[in-house]
């Protein structure tokens, strides 16, 4: 920690969202509206797994689990963001910054390997449904979940400790509205090479490898499905599909960031809102709204009237 302090540069400048004040409050209305909608439409599954017993199941385990990955994932950018939208004097305090891209990496880092256990979860349930109860036991969920948590403790740590002791000794502007590994590397007063390098192969590796275990499960389940239902694939076709999509949605920024390019232009901070702000939003709701047990488990709690206090 004592060579945080070297550093001459205490502090870090987002240069953020740019706009004339009217887009600016714009802007902060809709991204408030996206947070609230994270966090209720989050809350409102996380409540639904835990107080109704027919949803404690693994798969929903693991909802609930995601649900609580995504509030925290929004809530490492958003809210700062949200706040520095409206005000003139947009900084961030060097260890703040470092904070913000240790909460980020652990959390993405937890939130990846939860995405895997769930599409692991939905080809056992639908492609080997008779082994399905014995692998998917309560025992392997916790493991998932713990594995998740050691992998993006172990992710976000292995690329800290290299970027914790760059020296910083100039320019602090940073053209986002968050701080993160590659436009950090670009501001530090040394040659970047090795540490664009060392980011590039954990988090791109990362990145890239999960997206395409989740696009092979996806793969398999449609396959599956298309041998054993003569006519009920157009169905299936639309709930994969909608799941397909935010993984594409979550995972291009990510890719774009860290296995392509470290970027000088600005079009990554405008993909990764969708990042912080919309994939956590649509998480809740295509796992819920196309599901029939969410929808009678919302039901159950409404004629309780639990329901329409809570969510
Ligand atoms: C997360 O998953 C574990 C293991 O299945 C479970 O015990 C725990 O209750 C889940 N957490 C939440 C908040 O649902």
Request: with cysteine; charged share 15%.
């Amino acid at each position: 920690m004592d060579k945080l302090n070297d550093s001459v540069v205490s502090e870090f400048v987002l240069l953020g969202l740019s706009g004339s004040s009217e887009m600016r409050v714009f802007l902060t209305l809709i991204f408030c509206l996206l947070y609230l909608g994270t966090i209720l439409g989050n809350l409102c599954i996380l409540f639904l797994v835990i107080f109704d017993s027919h949803l404690h199941s693994p798969m929903y385990f693991l909802l609930a689990n995601l649900s609580l990955i995504d509030v925290g994932f929004s809530s490492t950018t958003i809210p700062k963001m949200i706040s520095d939208l409206l005000s003139e004097y947009k900084v961030i305090s060097f260890r703040g910054c470092m904070a913000q891209i240790c909460f980020i990496h652990i959390i993405g880092g937890v939130e990846m390997v939860l995405l895997i256990a769930m599409a692991f979860d939905r080809y056992m349930a639908i492609c080997k449904p008779l082994h399905y109860l014995k692998i998917m036991s309560p025992k392997i969920c916790v493991s998932f979940v713990i594995t998740a948590w050691v992998t993006g403790v172990i992710h976000a740590m292995s690329q800290f400790i290299f970027i914790a002791h760059l020296p910083f000794c100039g320019p602090n502007k940073i053209d986002s509205f968050y701080c993160d590994f590659p436009r950090i590397i670009k501001l530090a007063c040394t040659d970047g090479y090795k540490y664009e390098f060392i980011v590039a192969a954990n988090s791109g590796f990362m990145t890239m490898g999960t997206f395409f275990l989740l696009i092979l499960s996806y793969v398999f389940i449609l396959v599956t499905v298309w041998k054993h239902s003569s006519g009920d694939l157009s169905k299936a076709f639309v709930t994969l599909s909608a799941h397909i999509t935010v993984v594409v949605l979550y995972f291009t920024p990510c890719m774009f960031l860290y296995v392509w390019h470290f970027s000088t232009s600005s079009l990554d901070k405008y993909l990764f809102i969708v990042d912080f702000a919309i994939t956590p939003v649509l998480n809740p709701a295509i796992y819920t709204l196309r599901n029939k047990d969410m929808k009678i488990a919302m039901k159950r709690l409404s004629k309780r009237g639990y329901y329409t206090q809570f969510c």
